[in-house]
């Protein structure tokens, strides 16, 4: 008789094993699915180890039902990684293992947009270029970040590499944030590899996507191109793995497992003795300081290819602006219409409304721990960090410029359609974001080309555009609210705004020399701006290092974010309050370990649940995913809430 021990998707335990009838022994093999009683249930089992011998124990076993698979849909690496995630994301393996293999379930990686670069080969490389390949091909190590502003061809030295690795037998995982499969896409990929790609995009179905795996597992492609999901393929003999737009947060999964594509890359490249190359023009801070400290070789790309250049920034402060587009911007937009050229308008939605700040001179009040702004809270009129819990009272007088004039700020956005319709009548207006799309991909890639052939003169959207797309025909950029990134209540406010703002100048001049970008803004002086503004990358670097630096956020610290969610605020209160007391009893007076105080999350309410919060710090990772798990061990919520775990979280909203 064969036993059979398999992975369930399900929260607890590790394995269980299972007797295989007689009739499907030579069927049955690691790297299986089959169909397994579970209580009253049928489910998935992945078969991890099959055996003759009888466990002990002395329990019932029960016998799987059916063998799913002709193949093995997983591999011992991928079993391996599942165990890593295990440990690293707090979710079982079964269930770490399921997130892994293409099923029904579709992932929902939309926004933003990007367009992958072209895949035709190059014939002649800048120096630049030449000096990042032959960097790459004669340095002694494995980890490279292509540190290149946009459009300085980081593409090509990608896919040089990749043929590199390829002609020695290799195979290649190319990573994007997202990506929209296009017929000049597919033809220049297939052009250039041969049949040996598989692209993994959103609209293949699982056994589509099963499929370009088991390719991608026998070793009949060279190079799979896929999003953040795609880190988990098969290979039969991987060697490099890139990962461009490293900086980007839908590298990181929002359900559980939690992970970070650069995370798993990292570690499965490591343990696979492959190379890993990643490359953005605005780095993760994390990943800046790990160049830094010459953890990863920096590779400069400070070019553009074409002859676009960096474009003018002018910033246009609205404190006391009663209107959405300026004055000013609306003397260029009317401008740039006679010109006959275009006008990207740009509103950042990524909004948070309960911000407190100074109507005056514009100053926002932090919390004096996380330096994250305070939210007002109408309710007792005080003032909360929802990052460490510190509250005070409302303060009354700006402690910048000594005015009354303290506002909770909320920035409308509705109307700024109708405001630039009411302004360009005669202009061909249109707008794009998050609802536009949902109704129909097909309707914004309409309005997508519509407005690169020149059909549409104003085109309004949100951080969708921002980023990875080309339009050479806009000449104007405005950015109709900066601030209101740089108000959400996240240590990461500033980075987020910085890369926002740096990415959507890159939209004006990345083929002209005469473009403009206007940010409008109630705090023109804040760094991210006026470094966006100076295009003075090393500068924000060095600013937003020194703060966190200063308050042991990222990169100087690790975090795990425990969130409790449920329907009824004053049990989720408590538990959180129980999760926090239980923390702070294992952690005694461990200075290494920190534990914030439970508090609402920024986002207090979705979706009816309630959620509260509490986050543990560290500098040492082990020694913090140890105590998490301690903590978690001995915390249990009930049926009625949920508990998420997220390490090393990109939001704490
Ligand atoms: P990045 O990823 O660094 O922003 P891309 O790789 O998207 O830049 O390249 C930008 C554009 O420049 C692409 O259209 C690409 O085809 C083109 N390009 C890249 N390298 C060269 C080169 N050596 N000569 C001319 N054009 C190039
Ligand atoms: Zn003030
Ligand atoms: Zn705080």
Not at 34 to 50: A, D, E, N, S
Not at 123 to 150: D, P
Not at 438 to 459: P, T, V
Request: proline fraction near 5%; include cysteine.
């Amino acid at each position: 008789m064969l036993y059979a021990e398999v992975l369930l998707a399900v929260p607890v335990g590790e394995s269980w094993t299972y007797s295989v009838p007689d009739a499907q022994a030579s069927a049955i093999a690691f790297g299986k699915r089959v169909i397994v009683p579970f209580g009253k249930r049928k489910m998935t089992g992945y078969v991890i180890l099959v055996s003759d011998q009888k466990p002990e124990g002395g329990y019932e076993i029960r016998s799987i039902d059916r063998i799913v698979d002709k193949e093995p849909v997983f591999t011992p690496e991928q079993l391996r990684i599942a165990k890593w995630m295990h440990k690293m994301y707090f979710t079982a393996t079964g269930i770490c293992l399921s997130a892994m293999i293409p099923s029904g379930k579709r992932e929902s990686e939309m926004d933003p947009f990007f367009e992958p670069a072209s895949f035709r080969a190059i014939e002649h490389l800048s120096s630049s270029q030449e000096n990042a390949l032959r960097e790459i091909r004669e340095g002694s190590s494995r980890v490279y970040y292509l540190f290149g502003i946009t459009g300085s061809g980081k593409s090509e030295v990608y896919l040089r590499r990749a043929e590199d690795v390829i002609s020695q037998g290799g195979q290649v995982l190319y990573m994007v944030p997202e990506i929209t499969l296009t017929e000049q896409l597919s033809d220049e990929v297939y052009e250039r590899f041969g049949g040996r790609v598989a692209i993994i995009h959103s609209n293949l179905t699982p056994s589509q996507r099963l499929k370009a795996w088991n390719e991608a597992a026998k070793g009949d492609v060279d190079l799979v191109i896929g999003a953040r999901s795609s880190v988990f393929a098969p290979f039969r003999n991987l060697k490099l793995i890139i990962l461009d737009e490293e900086h980007e947060t839908s590298y990181k999964a929002d359900n559980a497992p939690r992970y970070h594509a650069r995370q798993v890359a990292q570690y499965r490249a490591s343990e696979l003795g492959a190379e890993f190359i990643m490359g953005s023009a605005t780095p993760s801070m994390e990943a800046w300081k790990m160049m830094m400290e010459h953890q990863i070789h920096r590779i400069d790309l400070p070019e553009r290819v074409g002859n676009g250049k960096y474009p003018k920034i002018r910033v246009v402060n609205t404190l006391g602006s009663k209107r959405n587009i300026t004055a000013e911007l609306e003397k260029e937009i009317r401008r740039t219409l006679e010109e006959k050229k275009t006008v990207l308008l740009f509103l950042n939605r990524r909004g948070y409304t309960y911000g407190y700040s100074c109507s005056v001179c514009g100053h926002v009040i932090t919390c004096p721990n996380c330096s994250v702004s305070m939210t007002y809270h109408k309710k007792d009129n005080r003032l909360y960090c929802h990052t460490c819990g510190y509250n005070m009272p409302a303060v009354r007088v700006c402690p910048e410029c000594g005015s009354y004039d303290l506002v909770p700020r909320g920035f409308g956005t509705e109307n700024i359609e109708e405001e630039a319709r009411a302004l360009f009548p005669s202009a061909r207006i249109a707008r794009l974001d998050a609802d536009a799309v949902s109704s129909s991909k097909d309707e914004m890639h309409r309005i997508l080309q519509a407005f690169r052939n020149g059909d549409i003169d104003i085109l309004l959207g949100t951080q969708m555009i921002a980023k990875g797309l080309n339009f050479p025909l806009v000449s104007l950029v405005g950015v109709l609210n900066a601030d209101s990134s740089l108000m959400i209540p996240d240590f990461r406010a500033s980075e987020r705004t910085f890369d926002l703002l740096h990415q959507v100048a890159g939209r004006a001049g990345r083929y002209r020399d005469d473009g403009l970008v206007i940010i409008q803004t109630t705090q023109p002086f804040s760094p991210a701006v006026s470094a966006a503004a100076d295009n003075d990358l090393e500068g924000f670097y060095r600013k937003e290092m020194k703060l966190r630096k200063e308050t042991l956020f990222p990169p100087f610290s690790r975090l795990i974010d425990i969130t409790i969610r449920g329907k009824n605020e004053d049990m989720v209160r408590e538990k959180a309050e129980e999760l926090e007391n239980i923390a702070v009893s294992i952690a005694g007076d461990d200075e290494d370990l920190e534990i914030f105080s439970a508090t609402p999350c920024p986002i207090e309410r979705k979706a009816l649940y309630y959620r509260y919060h509490v986050l543990l710090r560290s500098g040492n990772i082990a020694r913090l995913l140890y105590f998490a798990s301690l903590v978690i061990s001995r915390f249990s919520v009930p049926s009625s809430m949920y508990m998420e775990i997220d390490t090393d979280p990109v939001s704490l909203m």
